[in-house]
């Protein structure tokens, strides 16, 4: 029996092998195995502290209610309190999220910010919800949570289908539901707020930014140089755009992306600059005109020397990772890649950057956001970079050297 079965035993749960979980604790537990770390933390590792379910109505444009279920899991505080992200998107299971949940954990302890790991969300597709049926979602979800979250308990920001305008209404409503005497340092229960309520400078290309520091600093014993790479990206979203828009910056060519609209490839390279605005206007890739559209197979098979996969979870599987063809993998979002596909790449000599390290400069701007609102200070754009990349190095080091 392996160390996964066995400490699964132990804790009385089955999971299936694919099931994400499984995969993001497995892998846990093979890197505890070689640390040789005693048995009781693996046996914490395996199983979030708390796994909070809500139910709660909202009422509908048109006069009806809906019961919309929300998920937090908070699976460690150990180093601080719990941080992670929000999630609203139709895939959102109890699994899923505290996969996520362990992930924040590894995140947070690799880059040292003195955070736990947590992670929550919505079943629902944020698009099919008018703005207002949005805003109140939000809120009663946030009054649902209000007893398990807080500025030294649990600090959610955003994550797939929320933003800054979210979390504005998160803070809002936790604010209005404390104590007076705790509102003022209230807003600080979530971070990735917009910039005039607390947010700070450069959050919105902060996971893209560390991202960039990342490839700066690892690319090169790869034997490439970010300034001359070609790349392609799975997702354009908040992480994805702002990966390619600084990318282009540094001179990198961008030849294919793929979302859930459809994939697209430009041999003499994408304007990433245009494509952002495109997608914001028509909410995906699809009828890009600068661009051909081609097949999702097509999209994996694009010869590039780093592929970055920046949308969901476990996309690259056995099959596709037969027929991605780069150099280096930078895993932008979250768990990416499959076991399965994770050995297929390995055994191709393909290099896999890991999401803790590739995604962590957007909690590690939430932490400087979170440090600004706590000291009533605010710091400016230069300072916030300045800062990220000084973590993002030492955290990509720190990588390196355990590798
Ligand atoms: P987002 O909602 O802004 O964008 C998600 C992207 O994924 C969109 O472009 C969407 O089209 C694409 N997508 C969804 N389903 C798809 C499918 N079936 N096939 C192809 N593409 C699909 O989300 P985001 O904030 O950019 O997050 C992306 C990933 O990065 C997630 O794994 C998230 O957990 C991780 N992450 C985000 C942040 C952050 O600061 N936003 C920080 C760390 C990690």
Not at 257 to 272: E, K, L, N, P, S
């Amino acid at each position: 029996m392996d160390i996964t079965q066995t400490i699964f035993k132990e804790l009385d749960v089955s999971y299936g092998s694919d099931n994400v979980y499984y995969q993001i604790i497995s892998a846990i537990l093979e890197s505890s195995e070689r640390l040789q770390l005693p048995h009781h933390l693996k046996l914490l590792m395996a199983q979030p502290k708390n796994e909070i379910i809500v139910h709660f109505p909202v009422r509908l444009d048109d006069g009806t209610y809906r019961l919309f279920k929300g998920y937090r899991v908070q699976h460690n505080n150990v180093l601080g309190p719990y941080k992670g992200g929000m999630r609203y998107h139709r895939s959102v299971s109890l699994d899923h999220v505290k996969a996520l949940a362990a992930i924040m954990t590894m995140k947070t302890a690799l880059v040292r910010l003195p955070y736990g790991g947590a992670k929550g969300g919505i079943k629902v597709d944020p698009h099919a919800l008018s703005h207002d049926e949005l805003m109140r979602m939000t809120r009663r979800f946030t009054s649902a949570l209000c007893p398990n979250i807080g500025p030294d308990y649990d600090i959610p920001a955003p994550d797939v289908g929320t933003n800054a305008q979210i979390m504005a209404w998160m803070a809002d409503t936790y604010v209005n539901l404390s104590e007076p005497e705790n509102r003022l340092g209230g807003i600080s229960v979530v971070t990735g707020k917009p910039i005039e309520y607390g947010g700070p400078q450069g959050r919105d290309k902060a996971t893209g930014q560390g991202l960039v520091y990342v490839l700066d600093e690892l690319l090169p014993e790869t034997g490439l140089d970010v300034r001359s790479i070609s790349y392609s990206l799975i997702g354009y979203g908040n992480v994805g755009s702002w990966t390619g828009r600084l990318l282009q910056e540094r001179g990198a060519k961008l030849l294919a992306v793929m979302d859930h609209t459809g994939a697209i490839h430009h041999a003499a390279g994408i304007d990433a600059t245009a494509l952002a605005r495109h997608v914001e206007t028509t909410g995906g890739v699809a009828g890009f005109a600068s661009a051909d559209s081609i097949t999702t197979d097509e999209f994996y098979a694009t010869k590039v020397d780093v592929f970055i996969p920046a949308a969901l979870e476990q996309m690259i599987t056995e099959e596709k990772a037969a027929i991605i063809q780069c150099r280096v993998l930078a895993e932008a979002a979250n768990a990416p890649v499959t076991p399965a596909g994770e050995r297929a790449l390995l055994a191709r000599g393909i290099a896999i950057l890991p999401a803790i390290l590739c995604n962590a400069g957007g909690v590690t701007v939430s932490f400087f956001e979170w440090k600004q609102n706590r000291q009533s200070e605010s710091w400016d754009a230069a300072t916030v970079d300045r800062e990220l990349k000084r973590l993002m190095v030492a955290a990509a080091q720190r990588v390196r050297a355990s590798a």
